[in-house]
């Protein structure tokens, strides 16, 4: 069995057209623009990249995007100070501070100062609590996209055995309640887990979370599963360059499953795509209007 490959990159091609077309109807009806405050502090490069690469994007489905970039000594109070102003500025509807933080910042306190319905990265501590009774939250951009892939491909998820490797805040255990959300059985597996290979043996959908470089290998997988990889890892090859690989090891995986994301190039596109689409669908809710069909849970 040769698995089919889910491009994650055209998927979200796909989402970010479909939150387009929904922000143009929003302007030609209500003359609404949803808006996108990004703040960043500090000089971290993956972050500034990840930043200039929402910039681009958030203007591109023709929301307003705005940008803060603060110092990397910039106190909290001062970083507070901006949340509050960003909370109360009825222009901007979603609201991201990109992590990590500077050491001497607290990120749970900075985190849940947002305005949980702006709150487009879903970490604040409330919209944590909404998913988790099955109530309407704002979602992790990650494990959003991670299930819109999976309801693309299968259609229905009820009734199937899901696997989560991995039990971050961020990534697999909102990732757990959407998978319940969709009545899958689901099992919530970590680098503790006694018999993990048995335990993911047994799973017709398996997503990788654990940020362990190719953990997962081939024979680990059900014949015929679905496996979705959201490990992104930088390894030396042998010749000394680098490369990017995932956190199940691809070439073996990809014998035995169904249906794989490949690294890069499956699950990382779509966080992105989600962010613009949880903007919107926070813009929607604040204005009392439809949220858009596909685009949220």
Same mark, same amino acid.
Request: include cysteine; charge should be negative.
């Given at each position: 069995?040769?698995?089919?490959?889910? $491009?994650?990159?055209?998927?979200?091609?796909?989402?970010?057209?479909?939150?387009?077309?929904?922000?143009?109807?929003?302007?030609?009806?209500?003359?609404?623009?949803?808006?996108?405050?990004?703040?960043?502090?500090?000089?971290?490069?993956?972050?500034?990249?990840?930043?200039?690469?929402?910039?681009?994007?958030?203007?591109?489905?023709?929301?307003?995007?705005?940008?803060?970039?603060?110092?990397?000594?910039?106190?909290?109070?001062?970083?507070?100070?901006?949340?509050?102003?960003?909370?109360?500025?009825?222009?901007?509807?979603?609201?991201?501070?990109?992590?990590?933080?500077?050491?001497?910042?607290?990120?749970?306190?900075?985190?849940?100062?947002?305005?949980?319905?702006?709150?487009?990265?879903?970490?604040?501590?409330?919209?944590?609590?909404l998913l988790g009774?099955?109530?309407?939250?704002?979602?992790?951009?990650?494990?959003?996209?991670?299930?819109?892939?999976?309801?693309?491909?299968?259609g229905s998820l009820?009734?199937?055995?899901? &696997?989560?490797?991995?039990?971050?805040?961020?990534?697999?255990?909102?990732?757990?309640?959407?998978?319940?959300?969709?009545?899958?059985?689901?099992?919530?597996?970590?680098?503790?887990?006694?018999?993990?290979?048995?335990?993911?043996?047994?799973?017709?959908?398996? &997503?990788?979370?654990?940020?362990?470089?190719?953990?997962?290998?081939?024979?680990?997988?059900?014949? @015929?599963?679905?496996?979705?990889? &959201?490990?992104?890892?930088?390894?030396?090859?042998? $010749?000394?360059?680098?490369?990017?690989?995932?956190?199940?090891?691809?070439?073996?995986?990809?014998?035995?499953?169904?249906?794989?994301?490949?690294?890069? @190039?499956?699950?990382?596109?779509?966080?992105?795509?989600?962010?613009?689409?949880?903007?919107?669908?926070?813009?929607?809710?604040?204005?009392?209007?439809?949220?858009?069909?596909?685009?949220?849970?």
């Open positions: 069995m040769t698995a089919q490959v889910i $491009d994650g990159k055209a998927f979200a091609a796909e989402v970010r057209g479909k939150v387009a077309e929904h922000v143009t109807r929003l302007k030609e009806k209500h003359d609404l623009v949803p808006g996108l405050a990004v703040v960043l502090v500090g000089e971290d490069p993956a972050s500034q990249v990840y930043v200039r690469s929402k910039g681009k994007q958030t203007t591109e489905v023709g929301m307003k995007s705005v940008e803060h970039k603060l110092d990397a000594d910039t106190s909290e109070a001062d970083l507070l100070a901006l949340i509050d102003k960003l909370n109360k500025d009825d222009s901007i509807h979603g609201i991201l501070v990109q992590l990590p933080l500077p050491k001497h910042l607290n990120e749970d306190l900075v985190i849940n100062s947002l305005d949980p319905a702006k709150d487009v990265d879903g970490f604040h501590i409330s919209n944590v609590g009774t099955g109530q309407k939250s704002m979602v992790p951009c990650t494990p959003l996209g991670c299930l819109m892939m999976l309801r693309h491909h299968h009820s009734g199937m055995d899901a &696997v989560v490797i991995g039990r971050s805040n961020i990534v697999g255990k909102p990732m757990a309640q959407l998978l319940l959300g969709d009545s899958c059985t689901v099992t919530i597996a970590h680098s503790r887990t006694k018999d993990l290979a048995d335990v993911v043996r047994r799973a017709d959908i398996v &997503v990788a979370a654990v940020g362990r470089p190719e953990m997962v290998p081939g024979d680990w997988i059900k014949e @015929g599963a679905t496996v979705i990889d &959201v490990g992104i890892n930088r390894i030396e090859k042998d $010749d000394g360059k680098t490369k990017l690989v995932g956190d199940v090891d691809y070439e073996s995986c990809a014998k035995r499953a169904g249906a794989i994301t490949p690294v890069p @190039g499956g699950v990382g596109p779509m966080t992105i795509a989600c962010l613009l689409a949880n903007t919107l669908t926070a813009a929607c809710r604040a204005n009392g209007l439809d949220e858009p069909e596909g685009l949220t849970v």
